[in-house]
T-cell receptor
Framework: GAVVSQHPSWVICKSGTSVKIECRSLDFQATTMFWYRQFPKQSLMLMATSNEGSKATYEQGVEKDKFLINHASLTLSTLTVTSAHPEDSSFYIC????????????FGPGTRLLVL | GENVEQHPSTLSVQEGDSAVIKCTYS??????FPWYKQELGKRPQLIID?????GEKKDQRIAVTLNKTAKHFSLHITETQPEDSAVYFCAASTNNFNKFYFGSGTKLNVKP
């Protein structure tokens, strides 16, 4: 149990386009999901906390108008990188909070974004 | 906010030896400490976690120790194998799991 999926796994796009990444909890409901960004050989940096039915909360330094987050249901959160530029190229990973006996965060497989 | 520091950044051991990775945290309110293993280009996988009401937890070759007073926790891998080679991240969180703060990672290389 506790499977989290992400789609797409790879995205290559032109500068100026918007890219939407989906994060789904497949076998549990997640009222809270998280979006991370990871540069090569670096740690995971929390970008924002996505709360079902309410606005996301962003970490300091993360532009909320550039990284739009929507948590429309208990199993789906989306991250839209608007007007992407080459510096937005990164590995984006989501995680979903699962409560209960083995409460923790479960990570998606990540989405590699390359902006040309 | 929470600040998690992790050492060493790289660690090379011979197969069969033990490996120890250490993390410190700054926020005394943190009480959940997971460890993740990440292979290149893949998702972080939870390998063990500990809550602040215990000082040590063991799962086969992997153990984690926690010293709340000193605000540090460590990952111990015994009888290392080449497939243990990966990047390991520690993290700290408060009880409401609102945020995970990650360490900078340790690249473990187990030489056969």
């Amino acid at each position: 149990g506790a499977v989290v999926s992400q789609h797409p796994s790879w995205v290559i796009c032109k500068s100026g386009t918007s890219v939407k990444i989906e994060c789904r909890s497949l076998d549990f409901q997640a009222t809270t999901m998280f979006w991370y960004r990871q540069f090569p050989k670096q740690s995971l940096m929390l970008m924002a906390t996505s709360n079902e039915g309410s606005k996301a909360t962003y970490e300091q330094g993360v532009e909320k108008d550039k990284f739009l987050i929507n948590h429309a249901s208990l199993t789906l959160s989306t991250l839209t990188v608007t007007s992407a530029h080459p510096e937005d190229s990164s590995f984006y990973i989501c995680s979903a909070h699962r409560g209960g006996k083995q409460e923790t965060q479960y990570f998606g497989p990540g989405t590699r974004l390359l902006v040309l | 906010g929470e600040n998690v520091e992790q050492h060493p950044s790289t660690l090379s051991v011979q197969e069969g030896d033990s490996a120890v990775i250490k993390c410190t945290y700054s926020d005394s309110a943190s009480n959940y400490f997971p460890w993740y293993k990440q292979e290149l280009g893949k998702r972080p996988q939870l390998i063990i976690d500990i809550r602040s009401n215990v000082g040590e937890k063991k799962d086969q070759r992997i153990a984690v120790t926690l010293n709340k007073t000193a605000k540090h926790f460590s990952l111990h891998i015994t009888e290392t194998q080449p497939e243990d080679s990966a990047v390991y991240f520690c993290a700290a969180s408060t009880n409401n799991f609102n945020k995970f703060y990650f360490g900078s990672g340790t690249k473990l290389n187990v030489k056969p």
